[in-house]
């Protein structure tokens, strides 16, 4: 394995709320790229082709009150269209606000510290928290001392994503899922962000958030 560079204590997370919506917010706008016509399967473009064909086809050919049909068609093709990429872009957006607007940031997370090790992401709290742990990291085994540390393996990582600002990972460990974000402003507080990026690439190649690799339980 390579060598990279690590961290030799924890560094302060110090995620604001307001971190924690943009961070959403990135991830969301990110994945909606692929609404674009681009997401449109072969068997729709093979449906607006002959539709489109025959419209155009009936407006040179037919003419008179018959040609209305044939409108209608070219119509009903970029009405299609605009509901299937910007309409259905819009109405996804709208449930995320949503969705966002009903979460909250943990306040434990406020306090939370992050490290980077060959074996795994070092996560460290003050040990008054240790009975207030965010949920995703409920369950797992905490060292005592002044801090209450918990590592989780790069080999429990199930999908992660990145943004230009943050990177994302799910992982499941003990029966626990979970997830965590890291922003990569961390960076100049010596984080080691490419060391992350590095081993997450070993363990799962490609990115992309995948919630269906958790274990339902």
């Known amino acids: 394995m390579a060598l990279y560079p690590y961290t030799l204590q924890p560094v302060p997370l110090d995620l604001t709320e307001a ?3 943009q961070a959403q917010f990135e991830l969301f706008s990110q994945s909606t790229q692929s609404f674009g016509l681009k997401s449109l399967k072969t068997k729709e473009w093979v449906v607006i082709a002959i539709a489109t064909v025959l419209a155009i086809a009936g407006l040179v050919f037919v003419s008179g009150y018959s040609t209305i049909i044939f409108w209608l068609m070219l119509i009903g093709v970029v009405a299609y269209l605009l509901i299937r990429t910007l309409g259905f872009k819009w109405y996804v957006q709208k ?13 434990e997370m406020r ?8 074996h795994g992401l070092i996560m460290a709290m003050p040990a008054p928290n240790a009975g207030m742990l965010p949920k995703a ?10 801090t209450q540390q918990a590592v989780i393996p790069w080999s429990a990582v199930k999908s992660w994503d990145e943004t230009d600002d943050y990177i994302f990972m799910m992982f499941e460990m003990k029966g626990q899922q979970g997830s965590q974000i890291i922003p990569k402003r961390l960076a100049v507080n010596k984080f080691p962000i490419d060391s992350v990026r590095n081993h997450l690439q070993e363990v799962v190649p490609i990115r992309g958030l995948r919630p269906e690799t958790m274990v339902q339980k």
């Open 19 to 21: 971190e924690f919506r």
């Open 95 to 107: 449930e995320f606000e949503k969705q966002v607007a009903q979460q909250e940031m943990p306040d």
């Open 111 to 118: 306090e939370l510290k992050l490290g980077v090790q060959k």
């Open 137 to 146: 990291q409920r369950g797992m085994q905490m060292r005592a001392g002044a």
